[in-house]
């Protein structure tokens, strides 16, 4: 059996450089990409959890205006706030007596740019009260529309907020 020969044994430090640059070009590629993967899945996250929201927010709504549940006098019929549509308020006399609160949503979603681990999940999102007009949005008596409280600007250069 031949042994190899001082030449045969390793790696030259050349060969070696050369893949320590292409592993290192590959890393600063890849990286900055899994960025943006990571950006555009919480993206996808927000705008789900906004149309989730926003349909509860209707279905409230709408349940306030056909009488399922009681709405004041002058009120708009939107919820007070968010934790409303998980815990549910009781229906209207008029459709008969049920221990069953009229409930919307098992859990509201967590805003995924909020960065503030302690906010409870309603305490994520901007809300927008019925009385508040469009281009200035206030919180109010009542929860009409909400936009997440980041001011991270999003891949396609809008505002995170303006959503």
Known sequence: MKRPSLHQRGFTLIELLVSLAIVGLLAMVALP?????????????????????????????????AGVIDKGV???GYP??????????????AFGFSAQPFVVLRRIPRDPFAEDPSLSNAQTWNTRAYSSSADAPQPGADVFD?????????LDGSAYNAW
């Open 74 to 76: 002058g009120a708009s």
């Open 80 to 93: 007070a706030s968010l934790d409303v549509l998980t815990i549910g308020v009781l229906r209207s006399a």
């Open 33 to 65: 990409l899994a960025q943006v993967v990571q950006t555009r899945a919480k993206e996808a996250e927000l705008k789900q959890a906004l149309r989730t929201i926003r349909q509860a927010l209707d279905s409230y709504k709408a349940a306030s205006d």
């Open 146 to 154: 909400v936009s997440s409280k980041s001011a991270r600007q999003a």
